[in-house]
């Protein structure tokens, strides 16, 4: 666990220092998206990836928005940079694989569920700045 937490922190802020984040910020995008894999590697366990991408999401564009308000920088460096380890890039490269070597069943299953997760990705921050925006009118 240990070994993952300090991957996906690594990772993160990688793609962070890629993306071009300011440097002040490459810390908190390592949070974020360290935070978001624990979770997805918790839940992961419990419930289906596509669920548990979900809530991975919706916790990473919580802490984005918290992270954003705190350091008054926008939401999309600490949301975008968040994602990354959930991302399924290795899906994807399985599916495309699958369909160049003439599997096309298993081809098939892969690439729904890399889009399923692709879409539980776009949820989870979705719902999370809708989340965001009930709290701060509620507080109004």
Known sequence: MLAQLIT?????AGFGIIFNAPRRSLL???VAG???????VMLYQHIDPVGATLIATFIVGGISQMFARIYKTPVIIFSVAG???LVPGGMAYNAMRSFVENH????????AQAAMISGSIA???VL???FNQMIRRAAR
């Open 34 to 40: 360290m935070l978001g894999w624990i979770v997805y």
């Open 83 to 85: 994602v990354i380890p």
């Open 8 to 12: 996906s922190f690594i990772a993160t």
């Open 28 to 30: 908190q995008c390592g």
């Open 104 to 111: 096309y069943t298993a081809a098939t299953e892969l690439a």
């Open 123 to 125: 949820l989870g921050l």
């Open 128 to 130: 999370s700045e809708v």
